[in-house]
């Protein structure tokens, strides 16, 4: 249930990036991002409408009943234990 740093980094500039061609604004005009949010009435980020949806699916899961599939998946882990150390190539 998490995006990992470098996805944060791409999804906020490629939201950036629509809203500064939305609201006509090049890189070279040097205005900052809040600016444009705010001129653009932005509330919410990209970044968490997904972390809200990931949290409602979370919920819907584990409402669940015992025997659904997403639920085990959810909650399962793989049996055994992994070897200690770098992985054989061979």
Same mark, same amino acid.
């Given at each position: ?11 906020? !500039? ?7 061609? !939305? ?21 919410? !980020? ?45």
């Amino acid at each position: 249930m998490c995006v990992k740093a470098k996805t944060v980094a791409k999804l906020n !500039s490629t939201e950036m990036d629509f809203w500064r061609r !939305s609201a006509r604004i090049s890189r070279n005009d040097k205005i900052r991002n809040n600016i444009i949010k705010q001129k653009m009435n932005v509330i919410r !980020s990209l970044l968490d409408d997904i972390k809200t949806k990931q949290l409602q699916w979370y919920g819907h899961v584990q409402r669940m009943e015992e025997g659904r599939l997403p639920k085990e998946v959810m909650k399962g882990s793989p049996p055994g234990r992994r070897n200690q150390g770098r992985p054989k190539l061979t």
